[in-house]
């Protein structure tokens, strides 16, 4: 054994919170004989923005908060690794760490957007001795095995999907490390923040909710086995992923693809067994072809960098914005005069969750019918998404603001969608149970 592989190694959770499939843990533990493990809850995360919020709100910071507590118990019981949590920085926390236990190489999952990479650039330069190792570890297709460099990602989603299907192929899951010896386990306990600590109100779950699922790791393997082995609802998927209510109409696998208690290569080698043993048809292809769209908005962001976040967006495109706060509060609070985006706007403010339809359509209402400052109500759905995924979220709301991939610039009409997709008026009965809807 090589001496360094006596050094201790840390490996940084992020938005990667499981043991299998998670390539920072299986290289930590295998060049290392003590490794440790670190997540922080920063606190910048749960300030306020400029635009009167909280960037990160309590539906999704609940469901941080059950599925750190599950990584924390899994890594123990499983690995004989002890995950430190701490309410801080991270930049300001791990030197601490790196000196308290002689750590020589940090692991973590590559981020490249702005606010994440600035947080690594200064903990590198505060450690310049430390071996920093980062991988691309949240892609269904790896940026080494597409047919494009970042600069080449194609405008249109079509193109990129036909050329991607016919050249790439998915890699295998990591297996789960070896465990440690029991001497790896630290003495130091960690007190995992509750919502309070985090400057949030506690909340009971909403029994209209269409997404009330714990989080964490054991949680999102629960979910796969009900959709997909249990109820086989994963064979009905490409009819029913339009749905508003309920738990079955979709997946509901992105709260746990977006903080990594599951990952995108996970759900697609289930995919592929289901087809083996059970059916392969339009709705499990339908399943895997969401996986690319979300691939997808990964690669834009790492082609276009902060544009993504601008005003003008990807298409550089100057229309005219307005910013009124007042029309925010109305759309916020579901008080337009489309009952249907008022359904889901009063639908996301209970329960943090929002069908992909009902997303669409309250974002072409914001951008396109009010000319509202698109990036405002990005950062509302930022701050109430349980799902919440930066490179999803962002592309999206340029996509359907007139600013993103979209060829066709696309404009929603609220009240067609309302009659296709809710001719009963059940959903908005169910979110808006008064006088407004008869």
């Known amino acids: 054994m090589h001496k360094q592989s006596k050094k201790t ?23 290392h004989d003590r490794v440790i493990a670190l997540y922080c809850f920063d606190p910048r995360h749960y300030a306020q923005t400029s635009y009167g919020f909280k960037k990160t709100e309590r539906f999704r910071a609940q469901f941080l908060i059950e599925s750190v507590q599950i990584l924390q118990k899994n890594l123990k019981a499983r690995l004989n690794i002890s995950l430190l949590i701490f309410h801080e920085k991270p930049e300001l926390q791990i030197p601490k760490l790196v000196q308290d236990y002689d750590v020589k190489a940090i692991y973590s999952q590559k981020e490249w957007t702005a606010e994440e990479f600035a947080v690594y650039k200064k903990l590198k330069s505060a450690l310049p001795t430390v071996n920093f190792q980062s991988y691309f570890d949240q892609f269904l297709y790896h940026p080494n095995d597409i047919p494009y460099t970042f600069k080449e990602i194609p405008a249109v989603y079509t193109q990129f999907r036909k050329k991607l299907e016919k050249t790439s192929v998915v890699r295998k899951c990591f297996t789960l490390p070896r465990k440690k010896e029991n001497a790896n386990l630290l003495s130091t306990t960690s007190k995992i923040p509750s919502l309070q600590d985090l400057g949030l109100e506690d909340f009971k779950k909403d029994p209209r909710s269409a997404f009330p699922f714990q989080g964490g790791e054991d949680a999102a393997r629960q979910r796969i086995d009900h959709y997909f082995c249990e109820s086989k609802k994963l064979s009905q998927y490409k009819k029913t992923r339009n749905g508003l209510l309920g738990t079955d109409y979709s997946s509901k696998l992105s709260a746990w693809l977006a903080n990594g208690s599951i990952s995108a290569r996970q759900i697609y080698w289930e995919v592929k067994k289901y087809e083996e043993k059970i059916e392969k048809n339009q709705s499990t292809y339908w399943l895997i072809f969401e996986l690319i769209w979300r691939d997808y908005f990964k690669y834009i962001s790492l082609k276009h960098g902060n544009a993504i976040f601008k005003l003008q967006g990807i298409k550089n495109h100057n229309l005219k914005w307005k910013n009124n706060k007042e029309v925010f509060e109305i759309w916020k609070n579901g008080q337009t005069n489309q009952d249907f985006v008022n359904a ?12 992909n339809r009902g997303r669409q359509n309250v974002n072409s209402f914001w951008a396109k019918e009010l000319l509202q400052d698109w ?4 950062a509302y759905l930022e701050s109430m998404l349980i799902d919440y995924d930066v490179h999803s979220n962002w592309g999206n709301w340029m996509y359907n603001s007139g600013v993103g991939n979209d060829p066709r610039d696309r404009k929603f009409n609220n009240k067609s969608q309302a009659e296709r997709y809710d001719a009963s008026g059940k959903y908005r009965q169910t979110w808006l149970q008064d006088s407004l809807f008869s």
């Open 9 to 31: 190694g840390l490996v940084w959770f992020r938005n990667d919170l499981r043991l299998y499939d998670q390539q920072s843990l299986f290289r930590a533990s295998e060049n």
């Open 344 to 355: 889901n706007m009063k639908e996301i403010a209970a329960t943090g969750f929002m069908s």
């Open 375 to 378: 990036r405002v109500g990005a």
